[in-house]
Structure formats: structure tokens, C-alpha cells
């Protein structure tokens, strides 16, 4: 039968039969290329979030020390108050960017031995002794305070971001 048809039929019809989808190597070339730049997306980007949370950590303990030294100016005193809710930028006190229950930590004192806590201090993600949590609860100050330290750790705790008073 083929005979009597002409020549450009019998070929379409044999090139529709053979182009009638993907080939299962082409689909796998398809799917490799995607992996592959998927994997290149997750390495460039996937460590963002973390350093966000830690840049926003360092600017929270610079807004905390921040917020001391307008109240102490305020009030005239020579030492360090306690700051009101109000004090702070947006009626709170800082709080940690993720859930976890690393703290925002505070200590006061009336001599400049006021150190860096070691970032092994909050093995626990609580504050290290002689520290106190920053919370809804605000610091309060030792009477006659003349220095003071904020401080917490990275998302990786394994460095500690501090801000203490200018005196």
C-alpha cells in the first residue's frame, strides 16, 4: 500500500511516530542539570538566614547600650538607671530573632571588670552565671552602677556579640 501513496506522506507519518516524546536520557540530562543547580543554590544561599539573625543580634546589643547611655543622660546622673519599656525602640526590649532559647544578656557593675562572657558560657543557650536575662522584665541596674555589658551569642554559638557603656 505504501507504493501507491505519496512520498512526503509515508515520511511525515514515520517522523510523527518516531518524535512523539522525550527520550528517557533526555529526560535525565533535564532532571541532572536541575539538581545541579539547585545543590549551587542551597550552597550560596543557605547559610543567609543565619547571618541575618547574627546581624541583627550585634545591632540589638548596640541598641541596648544605646538606649542606657540616652536614660542616663536623661536623668542627668552620673551612673547608669534602669530604662523603662518606653526607652527602648518600640516600646520593647529586644528580643532573640529565632526561637530558640539563647538569651540577650546583661550584667552592670561599679568597676570596669566588666568582661566578655566566653561563648562556651552558654553551652545551655541560657545566660552564663552573673549574667542576667534582657527580657520583658529589662535589667535592673546596680544602684551606683558606673559600667555595664549586653551580650549573646552567634546562631552557631560559637562567638559572642557585645556592646558595653562608653565610660
Known amino acids: 500500500m505504501n507504493k501507491f501513496l505519496p512520498k512526503n506522506i509515508t515520511r511525515q507519518a514515520s517522523t510523527e ?7 528517557l536520557i533526555e529526560l535525565l540530562v533535564v532532571i541532572a542539570i536541575i539538581a545541579v543547580l539547585a545543590i549551587m543554590g542551597f550552597a550560596a544561599f543557605g547559610g543567609l538566614a543565619g547571618k541575618g ?7 540589638d546589643m548596640k541598641a541596648d547600650a544605646d538606649t542606657m547611655e540616652v536614660v542616663r543622660a536623661r536623668s542627668g546622673a552620673s551612673v ?26 546583661y550584667k552592670d557593675s561599679t568597676s570596669a571588670g566588666v568582661g566578655n562572657p566566653a561563648a562556651s558560657d552558654w553551652g545551655t543557650l541560657v545566660c552564663p552565671s552573673g549574667w542576667a536575662p534582657v527580657d520583658a522584665a529589662l535589667p535592673t541596674v546596680t544602684l551606683n552602677a558606673t559600667y ?15 556592646q558595653g557603656s562608653r565610660q
Not at 511516530?17 to 527520550?23: D, K, P, Q, V
Not at 520593647?92 to 530558640?100: C, G, H, I, N, Y
Open 17 to 23: 511516530r518516531s518524535r512523539s516524546g522525550f527520550t
Open 53 to 59: 539573625n547574627d546581624d541583627r543580634r550585634a545591632a
Open 80 to 105: 547608669y538607671v534602669a530604662p523603662a519599656l518606653t526607652d527602648f525602640a518600640g516600646g520593647a526590649a529586644p528580643k532573640e530573632p529565632t526561637s530558640r532559647t539563647a538569651k540577650y544578656c
Open 148 to 162: 555595664f555589658k549586653f551580650c549573646t551569642v552567634n546562631e552557631a554559638v560559637t562567638a559572642v556579640f557585645c
